[in-house]
Nanobody, 127 residues
């Protein structure tokens, strides 16, 4: 089992920045992808970004490309999501997710290939 705990959510203004962090613990010795999804009220959960085990590969959802950056710290077992040029439509609960590499690698944007989820952290962007 892998436990995931998110931190860093909060309120930002349109055009501002926030940084989210996810700390992983438990069975973290196996290679896995770790990333972020988000869900706004009344909408489906949406893929945001994910990182490979080594941190040398990353994938982004179309709506955040060029504005968000994911980074992986293997020594600390954390993954961060730097969110710049925020927009009101980025407001959502952001969830950290982790999945074994063999399951995630073919389709990293699919939420059903991730085995482990955090409880989420709220991000609100005011216009």
């Amino acid at each position: 089992q892998v436990q995931l705990v998110e931190s860093g959510g909060g309120l930002a203004q349109d055009g501002g920045s926030l940084r989210l962090t996810c700390a992983a613990s438990g069975r973290t010795v196996s290679p896995y992808y770790i990333g972020w999804f988000r869900q706004a009220p009344g909408k489906d959960r949406e893929f945001v970004a994910t990182s490979t085990w080594s941190g040398d590969g990353s994938f982004y959802g179309d709506s955040v490309k060029g504005r968000f950056a994911i980074s992986r710290d293997k020594d600390k077992n954390t993954v961060a999501l730097q969110m710049d040029r925020l927009k009101p439509e980025d407001s959502a609960v952001y969830y950290c997710a982790a999945g074994w590499t063999y399951k995630v690698q073919p389709t990293p944007e699919r939420q059903d290939v991730y085995n482990f989820w955090g409880r989420g952290t709220q991000v609100s962007v005011s216009s």
